[in-house]
């Protein structure tokens, strides 16, 4: 079972975003994903010093893919999302239907992403016939779903599974990192470049709720699913993927290897795990449960 590091969700220096791909290339991952996922604004990088990391990723021996927005708004979108589509040094990741069709006219595999809404056999049938061979979770679908699923899936497909990190739950053309400093969208001044970690939101009673990440919203609660490595690889999934986070990944990851690897007992995984967490940790979408609970192992 490999471990795989999920795109980039913020919006960090260019500096930063170098250092921290640096040090992933000596961190234990196996797959790694690259690009601008979330907003078009964010120009910090652009597509070549993208494929300046994938390259200094594969020199290090990861598997590197590049996916593509999930939320296409005008058609410098579509030209940039094209332009990943066409290239052929790196597999994609479709994170939406527009790449989708792109990558199946030119007749080259691809990731389905998780926000592609694939949550049955017949979705993943379809989504195979147009040329994924790999597909991402959705992370709201539970450990019964996905023991439904795999039996029947399509040969050759490969399972991702979300297993760490904040979850992504809804993308919006409006900017809520704008609206919370009161300036227009087209001219937010790249306010979330400052909030690493995404912009906390709490209700009136002061409980953290949601996380602002310009036109992402995001849990508050950190999605961890360590101590059910061994149901995963039960259940036949190719790969575990891990979200970045601006503070020690590298220690995030280590501990999930060493997991994966046997040297700890996924619980002794989670127990370690919740010190290096940006907020408190959920997995009740994996029980079946309303996604902000936490279910203990039994």
């Known amino acids: 079972m490999k471990i795989s590091l999920g795109p980039l969700q913020y919006y960090w220096p260019r500096e930063t975003v170098f250092s921290f791909y640096e040090e992933m290339a000596a961190a234990p991952v196996d797959m790694v994903y690259l690009g601008e996922t979330v907003c078009s604004r964010r120009r910090e990088l652009r597509l070549a010093d993208w494929l300046d990391i994938a390259a200094l990723l594969r020199g290090a021996g990861k598997e590197v893919a590049l996916s593509t927005q999930v939320l296409l ?23 939406d239907m527009g790449a989708v069709n792109r990558l199946h006219a030119s007749q080259r595999p691809f990731v389905a992403g998780p926000q592609l809404n694939l949550y049955n056999v017949e979705a993943l049938r379809w989504i195979a016939a147009l040329g994924a061979r790999r597909w991402v979770m959705p992370l709201e679908m539970g450990r019964e779903d996905l023991s439904a699923i795999q039996p029947q899936r399509p040969p050759g497909m490969e399972t991702e599974v979300f297993v760490y990190g904040r979850m992504p739950l809804a993308y919006s053309a409006r900017c809520f990192t704008a609206r919370h400093h009161n ?11 400052g909030d690493p970690d995404g912009l906390l939101l709490q209700t009136r009673e002061r409980e953290n709720f949601l ?26 999934v190719h790969a575990i993927r891990l979200s970045p986070q601006s503070a020690r990944m590298k220690d995030v990851v280590d501990i999930f290897h060493a997991a994966r690897q046997g040297e700890i007992t996924p619980q002794e995984a989670r127990a370690r795990l919740e010190p290096l967490m940006p907020g408190q940790g959920c997995n009740g979408y994996w029980h079946g449960r309303p996604g902000l609970e936490w279910v203990a192992a039994v």
């Open 73 to 95: 708004e005008s058609g410098s979108d579509v030209s940039a999302m094209q332009r990943i589509a066409d290239q052929a040094d790196y597999p994609v990741e479709a994170g």
């Open 183 to 193: 300036v227009p969208k087209d001219d937010c001044g790249f306010r979330c470049i």
């Open 211 to 236: 996380v602002l990440n310009g036109i992402q919203t995001q849990s508050a609660r950190v999605y961890n699913l360590a101590d059910q490595l061994g149901a995963l690889r039960a259940l036949g």
